[in-house]
């Protein structure tokens, strides 16, 4: 990475900090871009060419998660299925939920309805790249309506985990349903 791509990186990681920090410290609803350009000492202009909206700071790291999403799929331990993988998946997403920084920052989106949405919006939008990833696993064409579902229903179940009181025991059931149904269609995979 050269000179420019670091400082370009290197704002946009400060953007992000100064936007998390207020937004954590203060509220969502309370803080405006301004103060989180002036907290990263960048005009809005500048945050705006990093990230396309306000709740956008709070996702920064949205790219990441859809690799790791799709890496879940495709670096699977031999013999373990796609569903278990998911499955593999959201449980250590639970365990870095259970953080009580992480745990703050799931509450400021819960509580926050513009963030409560975007979240929505941006954790369905991987729903594709995981269908994909599914289906060159099993060898399946790219519109193969079952690891369509598969990942629907996989990326889908992160809302309903959330949801749940106990949200550990809602994985495992969950993720054994989606077993079943997956190895009626794809037994080996």
């Keep these: 990475m050269g000179r420019r791509e670091r400082k370009k990186a290197q704002t946009r990681q400060a953007l992000a900090d100064a936007a998390l920090r207020l937004f954590l410290d203060r509220g969502y609803d309370q803080v405006g871009v301004k103060e989180v350009a002036d907290a990263a000492d960048v005009s809005v202009t500048t945050l705006f060419k990093h990230f396309p909206s306000k709740e956008a700071l709070v996702f920064d790291l949205d790219d990441d998660r859809e690799r790791e999403l799709v890496a879940a799929v495709r670096d699977r331990a031999p013999g373990q299925t796609i569903p278990q993988a998911l499955r593999d998946f959201a449980l250590r997403t639970q365990s870095h939920m259970e953080d009580p920084q992480t745990a703050a920052f799931f509450r400021m989106v819960r509580d926050a309805p513009a963030l409560r949405d975007y979240a929505r919006r941006i954790w369905l939008r991987h729903e594709v790249a995981v269908a994909r ?57």
């Design 133 to 189: 990833a599914i289906a060159e696993e099993v060898g399946a064409p790219e519109d193969d309506a079952a690891c369509a579902a598969l990942a629907h229903f996989a990326i889908e179940a992160h809302d309903l985990i959330q949801r749940h009181p106990d949200p550990r025991r809602a994985i495992e059931e969950i993720f054994a349903l989606l077993e079943r149904g997956w190895s009626s269609v794809h037994p080996d995979n």
